[in-house]
Structure formats: structure tokens, C-alpha cells
């Protein structure tokens, strides 16, 4: 939730509180019974930022999805982490658990999320662990301030300081569709 939108939320609580406080002994001694009812306030999930992309899933990449889920939940970390963290890894792999590409890549990048040993995310055996991937990402994730209130993209850029920073964005929707559809799975 954006910094303006969690005031705006705070500042109708805050009136709302302020005005049970004062109506609320008027409206006790009130000849007419008042049948008041709490209001929900809807907090709006943030929308994706640009064009959305989708793929179709096949078994190894749901199970790599419930992998993600499951190490989120282990961490502690809400939903909005587990959405952050599969588009990243839908973004870097397609969700696919990718060893050394050989000439097609001219890193050491392995993984859901293409860590690199050389940079110090573990060794070539757990990167291509996915508990232990995902775990390392979260790390990275919980050590962005504010991360829950910033862009995906600008989460997810931060800990993977990735060459093409916005292409995070692209996967959003389909990330929180897949949180939405395994996280109480």
C-alpha cells in the first residue's frame, strides 16, 4: 500500500475513532436504540504496473510455485512476499529450477532466481534448491526498507540488481494469482 493511501486509511480510522469516542456516551443515553453496524474499510491491492505477461504452468513450475509459498510462509513473511518472489523467479527462470546454460549465458547464474555463487548467494547445490533459493531472496528482500509499500519491480530490482530492472512489473498479475490460488493450499 502506497505511503498516501495508508494515511488516507489512518486518517479515516483516526476521525472514526475520534467520533465513537465522543458520540459514543451521547448515543448511549439516546431515547432511539442505534442498530450501527462497523464499516469495512477496502484497502485496494496495488494494480500492476505496465503490459502483463502469462505463461501456462506445467507440474515442476507449480510445484517451484508451492515451493516459493512454503519458504515464505516458513520465513514469516506475509502473501505480498510470496508474490514479489515468484515474479522475480518468474522473471529470472519461468519458474523453472535452471542449472548452467552453457554458452547461453555467460554468468554462473543457477536457480529459480538466477543467484550467482560468484556473488556470494551459496554454492551451485543450494541455489538449485528451491527452499534454499527462496530463503536467500527473502533475506535479500527483508533487508529493502519498506519493501511492502514499494513497486514490485523496485523490490525485486534491489536484491537482484538484475541489467533489466523493470521487468519485474510484468509478471504481477499472474504472480498474485498464483498466491491467491496455492497459498491456503
Known amino acids: 500500500m502506497n505511503t ?7 486518517s479515516v480510522a483516526g476521525l472514526a475513532f475520534a467520533g465513537g469516542v465522543f458520540a459514543g456516551p451521547v448515543a448511549a443515553h439516546a431515547a432511539t436504540p442505534v442498530d450501527a453496524k462497523p464499516a469495512a474499510v ?17 507440474d515442476e513450475q507449480t510445484a517451484n510455485v508451492k515451493a516459493i509459498i512454503a519458504a515464505t510462509k516458513k520465513a514469516g513473511l506475509p502473501e505480498r512476499a510470496a508474490v514479489i518472489s515468484i515474479a522475480t523467479s518468474l522473471q529470472e527462470s519461468k519458474l523453472e529450477n535452471l542449472g548452467h546454460l552453457g554458452d547461453r549465458n555467460d ?19 543450494q541455489i538449485t534448491d528451491p527452499d534454499y533459493s527462496t530463503t536467500a531472496f527473502l533475506k535479500g528482500l527483508k533487508q529493502v526498507d519498506g519493501w511492502q509499500d514499494m513497486a514490485l519491480t523496485d523490490a525485486a530490482q534491489t536484491v537482484q540488481v538484475s541489467a533489466y530492472p523493470d521487468a519485474y512489473a ?5 504472480a498474485t494469482d498464483l498466491v491467491a490460488q496455492h497459498w491456503n493450499s
Open 4 to 10: 498516501i493511501m495508508r494515511k488516507s486509511v489512518l
Open 42 to 58: 477496502q484497502v485496494a491491492a496495488p494494480k500492476p504496473q505496465g503490459d502483463q505477461s502469462h505463461i501456462t504452468l506445467n
Open 107 to 125: 554468468h554462473d547464474s543457477l536457480g529459480l532466481f538466477q543467484q550467482r555463487p560468484s556473488s556470494g548467494w551459496g554454492t551451485p547445490e
Open 170 to 174: 510484468q509478471w504481477e498479475q499472474q
